[in-house]
């Protein structure tokens, strides 16, 4: 019997440890807790909590003795494998005085590990009545056997353990997608440009394992007329290495991966007959991840991960993040591939230039009532910026600018093809900028190899004094009223194009009379910055340079903006294309 005071006792150590364990939700904080308040819970000599991975079997990745030493390293079992498997299966609490009488526990966790198992107990935990591992506790101090009471206790930590564990993994795995969506973005903004294939792929990998918590890792590439892979970039392996360095196919673990062209995730490398125990490259830790770089079902490559700085294995979360990564990083590496195939050559270069200087204006139609400035400025020698002023009838104008997301030449391409589309529209299309945007959106749909478009278009009435216009997912024009001493952002917005099918853009109308200036641009300008990161010219800067440029004409007045945001961050260089186009009423 447990004398009531000893009971409350329990309790109130079980209310406190739930604050806890509820207050922390970083699953590897999480788990050495729960342990270590079981075994002090119940007086015991060691504790070891198992998950089960997706619902195919269970893993412990450590045990804590008495001394909260750590007595066991990663361990896996499957449904029905000792006490431990038996409580997965049957779902149920086990509690043994003397477990080596019972024929259903397994002694080889004793033998691997010198700790000697007398008494313990073992209970699921559930989410919702989802099991999603296990909970024991082994040998009762001072050779006492545990009773219904502990059993109690551990019952009661055990759903307290099961909510926490849960929350973390829900964390863990917004985390993690949050992690996904902002490197992909990474990928898309920086990665294709001018920079070497090899340097790029050291950017790539560096990028991939600070986001996944890992230490090292390589990028190969693969020769699929050797049939063998060759490093690309890496960490943990000494750069002059890289030569003497190639896998087959078939063989180790990148190996199979490449042959297969299926991920792979490894808890304990000394278990897995694919691990080649004689390499001279040691990992630190025992698990790995791997995925091939697949493009449109062409092998690219393989890239593994290893050492997570955690200490902890990787997981089937992990490794769904980096198979995500790897598609996009795939798709960055064969467009790196072509972008330098067609750059050594420099023919199809100077063809996308030729193709872009016919896409921009060089004559904009001037007449009594319009004037324009425009500065334009790619990154690389082309890019996805394109603006156009174009003459409907007497008295109406439409104007455009968009921006096609990365740059350099894959941008300017995609570009092009976008111009090409929109030029070819029946004329009652460019008369409505809703139905303009619309019509465009449902052509672009799928065929922008995941990059997208943003696009401000308006339609100029001189006869009204007004401008009707449509925004998809651009940056909204200033409009600064010639009686007036600010510039304000006109109130129209919409979603990018061609990423979602099927979207309506809403129109707007605004007054655009006499002495009215109105200033279109790309994000290229807002999102200048110093070279060592510390300064950025933002929107708000923007702004107060247009009503500081009132009095100037169009064209120095475009000049002036571009030159205003270089000497405030005190860099000529740009990261992405520049575009500013202004449109006065005379």
């Given at each position: 019997?447990?004398?009531p005071q000893?009971s409350l006792?329990?309790?109130?150590?079980l209310?406190?440890?739930?604050?806890?364990?509820?207050?922390?939700l970083d699953?590897?904080?999480?788990?050495?807790?729960i342990?270590l308040?079981?075994?002090?819970?119940?007086e015991?000599?060691a504790?070891?909590?198992?998950?089960?991975?997706?619902?195919?079997?269970?893993?412990?990745e450590?045990?804590?003795g008495e001394k909260?030493?750590?007595i066991?390293?990663y361990?896996?079992?499957e449904?029905g494998?000792g006490?431990v498997?038996?409580?997965a299966?049957?779902k149920?609490?086990?509690a043994l005085?003397d477990a080596?009488k019972?024929p259903?526990?397994?002694?080889s966790?004793?033998k691997?590990?010198g700790?000697?198992?007398k008494s313990?107990?073992?209970?699921p935990?559930?989410?919702?009545?989802?099991l999603?591992?296990?909970?024991?506790?082994?040998?009762?101090?001072?050779?006492r056997?545990?009773n219904?009471?502990?059993?109690?206790?551990?019952?009661?930590?055990?759903?307290v353990?099961?909510t926490?564990i849960?929350?973390?993994?829900?964390?863990?795995s917004?985390d993690?997608?949050?992690?996904?969506?902002?490197l992909?973005y990474?990928f898309?903004k920086?990665?294709?440009?001018?920079k070497?294939?090899n340097?790029?792929?050291?950017?790539m990998?560096?990028?991939?394992l600070?986001?996944?918590?890992?230490?090292?890792?390589?990028?190969?590439?693969?020769?699929?007329t050797?049939?063998?892979l060759?490093i690309?970039?890496?960490?943990?392996?000494?750069?002059d290495?890289?030569d003497?360095i190639k896998?087959?196919?078939?063989?180790?673990?990148s190996?199979w991966?490449?042959e297969?062209?299926e991920?792979?995730?490894?808890h304990?490398?000394?278990?897995d007959p694919r691990?080649n125990?004689?390499?001279?490259?040691r990992?630190?830790?025992?698990?790995?991840i791997?995925?091939p770089l697949i493009?449109?079902n062409?092998l690219?490559?393989?890239?593994?991960?290893?050492?997570k700085?955690?200490?902890y294995?990787?997981?089937?979360?992990d490794?769904?993040?980096?198979?995500n990564?790897?598609?996009r990083l795939?798709?960055?590496?064969?467009?790196a591939?072509?972008?330098?195939?067609?750059?050594?050559?420099?023919k199809e270069l100077n063809?996308?230039?030729n193709?872009?200087?016919?896409?921009?204006?060089?004559?904009?139609p001037e007449t009594?009532e319009?004037?324009?400035?425009?500065s334009?400025?790619?990154l690389?020698?082309?890019?996805?910026d394109?603006?156009?002023?174009?003459?409907i009838?007497e008295?109406?104008y439409s104007i455009?600018?968009?921006?096609?997301?990365g740059h350099?030449?894959?941008?300017a391409?995609?570009a092009?093809m976008?111009?090409?589309?929109?030029k070819?529209?029946e004329?009652d299309?460019?008369?409505?900028?809703?139905?303009?945007?619309?019509?465009?959106?449902?052509?672009?749909?799928?065929?922008?190899a995941g990059n997208?478009?943003?696009?401000?278009?308006?339609i100029?009435?001189?006869?009204?004094?007004s401008?009707?216009c449509?925004?998809?997912?651009?940056?909204?024009?200033f409009?600064?009223k010639?009686?007036?001493?600010d510039?304000?952002?006109?109130d129209?917005?919409?979603?990018?194009l061609g990423l979602i099918p099927?979207?309506y853009y809403?129109?707007?109308k605004?007054?655009?009379g006499?002495?009215d200036?109105?200033?279109?641009?790309?994000d290229?300008?807002?999102?200048?910055?110093?070279?060592d990161?510390?300064?950025?010219y933002?929107?708000e800067?923007?702004?107060k340079?247009?009503i500081k440029?009132?009095s100037?004409?169009?064209q120095?007045?475009?000049?002036?903006?571009?030159q205003?945001?270089?000497?405030?961050?005190?860099?000529?260089e740009f990261?992405?294309?520049?575009?500013?186009?202004i449109?006065d009423?005379?």
């Amino acid at each position: 019997m447990t004398d009531p005071q000893t009971s409350l006792s329990k309790f109130r150590s079980l209310l406190h440890i739930s604050s806890i364990l509820n207050a922390n939700l970083d699953l590897h904080q999480l788990l050495p807790l729960i342990m270590l308040y079981s075994k002090d819970l119940l007086e015991a000599e060691a504790s070891s909590l198992f998950l089960l991975e997706n619902d195919e079997f269970l893993y412990c990745e450590v045990a804590l003795g008495e001394k909260g030493e750590i007595i066991q390293e990663y361990a896996r079992l499957e449904f029905g494998e000792g006490i431990v498997g038996m409580v997965a299966k049957e779902k149920k609490p086990i509690a043994l005085e003397d477990a080596y009488k019972d024929p259903r526990f397994n002694p080889s966790m004793d033998k691997r590990t010198g700790f000697k198992t007398k008494s313990l107990i073992c209970v699921p935990l559930f989410v919702e009545e989802r099991l999603i591992g296990t909970l024991e506790v082994i040998n009762k101090t001072n050779d006492r056997i545990f009773n219904d009471a502990d059993l109690e206790y551990l019952i009661s930590l055990s759903e307290v353990a099961a909510t926490a564990i849960q929350n973390a993994n829900t964390k863990d795995s917004l985390d993690k997608r949050i992690l996904e969506l902002s490197l992909l973005y990474e990928f898309e903004k920086l990665s294709v440009s001018e920079k070497s294939l090899n340097e790029l792929g050291k950017w790539m990998l560096n990028r991939v394992l600070e986001y996944l918590g890992a230490s090292s890792g390589t990028i190969y590439l693969a020769n699929t007329t050797q049939q063998e892979l060759g490093i690309l970039a890496a960490k943990g392996i000494p750069e002059d290495a890289y030569d003497q360095i190639k896998v087959p196919f078939g063989k180790g673990v990148s190996g199979w991966v490449a042959e297969k062209k299926e991920s792979l995730l490894i808890h304990n490398l000394d278990m897995d007959p694919r691990y080649n125990q004689l390499s001279p490259f040691r990992f630190e830790s025992k698990s790995l991840i791997s995925a091939p770089l697949i493009y449109q079902n062409e092998l690219l490559g393989v890239i593994s991960i290893n050492n997570k700085l955690s200490g902890y294995a990787f997981q089937h979360s992990d490794l769904d993040l980096l198979t995500n990564i790897a598609a996009r990083l795939s798709n960055t590496i064969k467009n790196a591939q072509l972008f330098h195939q067609i750059v050594d050559t420099g023919k199809e270069l100077n063809r996308a230039k030729n193709i872009m200087q016919k896409i921009m204006p060089s004559v904009l139609p001037e007449t009594k009532e319009l004037s324009y400035g425009v500065s334009h400025i790619p990154l690389e020698q082309v890019g996805g910026d394109f603006y156009d002023v174009t003459e409907i009838d007497e008295f109406q104008y439409s104007i455009l600018i968009a921006d096609i997301s990365g740059h350099g030449l894959s941008a300017a391409v995609l570009a092009a093809m976008s111009h090409m589309v929109l030029k070819n529209f029946e004329p009652d299309i460019k008369l409505s900028p809703s139905l303009f945007l619309t019509t465009l959106n449902h052509m672009l749909f799928g065929k922008l190899a995941g990059n997208f478009l943003t696009a401000f278009y308006g339609i100029i009435n001189l006869k009204e004094n007004s401008i009707l216009c449509a925004n998809a997912g651009h940056h909204a024009p200033f409009l600064m009223k010639g009686t007036s001493a600010d510039a304000s952002a006109l109130d129209v917005k919409g979603k990018i194009l061609g990423l979602i099918p099927d979207l309506y853009y809403e129109e707007k109308k605004f007054s655009f009379g006499s002495g009215d200036r109105l200033v279109l641009y790309t994000d290229g300008i807002t999102e200048h910055m110093s070279k060592d990161h510390n300064k950025r010219y933002d929107d708000e800067l923007f702004q107060k340079a247009i009503i500081k440029g009132k009095s100037k004409s169009a064209q120095d007045c475009a000049n002036s903006l571009i030159q205003e945001a270089k000497d405030y961050v005190n860099s000529n260089e740009f990261a992405d294309d520049v575009t500013i186009l202004i449109v006065d009423r005379k």
